[in-house]
Every structure is written in structure tokens, then in C-alpha cells.
């Protein structure tokens, strides 16, 4: 993630327990997508402040984020099951194959090269290993519009707001195993992807 970018993360970590109250109900649904899975080693990139950490059950959770105004706040949710470390999904510093599980909220969007990250995490994640991909998807109606129209503006705040599954080529490594619209008119997707 480049520097801007950290930057960016590291002034909004105060007003991020806003922005959690409205990824919520989402996250609510993703974490509990994780934990119908079997116990595992899970990565979660982009942690942010982590103040749902609790809530995974039985999985061995690694945090990362490139900020460290975020990874401050989230130690205050640290559990003994998380170990937090200041790192970008960018270049992932684990050995091959080390992870059951990688999760990303919300995080797609907003790194520079979407597709390294999910080489990265495909070079992480071990044979039949899961990633979940919870994001805002441009859908094919009325809203891409103003997806579209947002687009210049909403990069200028780290973020891609005209974003579709198209922009993720690097998908087409991984099998899909889950699709789920969550929220009105299926702007936000949850993506359940499998490791061959």
C-alpha cells in the first residue's frame, strides 16, 4: 500500500468506529460464514482497528495492516488467539501455503493492485484453503451510474468506488465456491473462494 495511503488510514483511525457501525451488518454475515468452517490458521488482511477480533471462535487469527494508528486501536481487542503485525497484503511475509483461511473486508477496493494481493494470497493459502471476500461490487443497474460518477472523487480518499468483479483477473486462479448479496439492491457481495 503506498505511503498516501497509510497515511491516509493512520489520520482516520478516530473516526473509523463510525465507518464500523456501518460495515456492521455485513461483517456480522462474514464472520459468520468464517466460522462455519472447520478451526484453522486464519490470515485477515487489513485488520484496521479489529474491534470484532472476538468474534471469530476457534481459528488461530494473524491481523495485519499497513497503518499503525489502526494496529494501536485494534490491540485493544487482541485476544490470545491474535497475533497482529504491521504488513501490507502486497507482500506477504509467511512461508507458502501457512494459511486455512484469508479473509478480506473491504479491502479490495482501497489497495493500489487488488490482483498482486490475491496472488499473494493464493501463494499463502494452503491446497483447498478458503478466501472470503467481503466488498461493494458495482452491479448492473442504476447504481453504477453513481459508482461511475464518484469514481475520480472517491479515489482522492483511497478508494475505488466504481469496482466490479471484472477488475479481479487474478479470481480465475481460485474456485468459486459461495456468492452472497448482502444489503439492498446487491451492492455488497460476499465471495467465498477456493485454492484448487
Known amino acids: 500500500m503506498p505511503v498516501s495511503t ?11 468506529p463510525a465507518i464500523d457501525f456501518f460495515l456492521k451488518p455485513q461483517r456480522k454475515k462474514l464472520i459468520q460464514e468464517v466460522n462455519r468452517q472447520k478451526p484453522g490458521r486464519l490470515l485477515e488482511i487489513g485488520i484496521g482497528n479489529g474491534s470484532y477480533l472476538s468474534q471469530y471462535k476457534g481459528h488461530q487469527v494473524t491481523g495485519i495492516d499497513t497503518s499503525v494508528a ?8 487482541k485476544k490470545e488467539h491474535v497475533e497482529l503485525l504491521e504488513m ?3 507482500d506477504l511475509q509467511f512461508k507458502e501455503a501457512s494459511f486455512d483461511y484469508v479473509v478480506l473486508s473491504h479491502v479490495i477496493a ?3 493492485k487488488p490482483d498482486l494481493v490475491l ?3 493464493f501463494k499463502v493459502l494452503k491446497p483447498k ?9 458495482t452491479p448492473d443497474n442504476w447504481l453504477q451510474y453513481i459508482d461511475k460518477t464518484f469514481h475520480r ?3 482522492r480518499v483511497h478508494f475505488n468506488s466504481f469496482f466490479s468483479l471484472d477488475h479481479l483477473k487474478t479470481m480465475d486462479k481460485f474456485t468459486m465456491v459461495k456468492q452472497m448479496s448482502i444489503g439492498k439492491l446487491s451492492y455488497f457481495k460476499l465471495l467465498i473462494l477456493e485454492k484448487p
Open 6 to 16: 497509510q497515511q491516509f488510514y493512520n489520520r482516520i483511525a478516530p473516526l473509523y
Open 70 to 77: 489502526m494496529l494501536k486501536q485494534a490491540h485493544k481487542y
Open 88 to 90: 501490507g497484503g502486497d
Open 110 to 112: 482501497v489497495v493500489e
Open 119 to 121: 496472488n499473494e494470497v
Open 129 to 137: 484453503g478458503k478466501v472470503f471476500i467481503l466488498n461493494h461490487f
Open 153 to 155: 472523487l472517491s479515489r
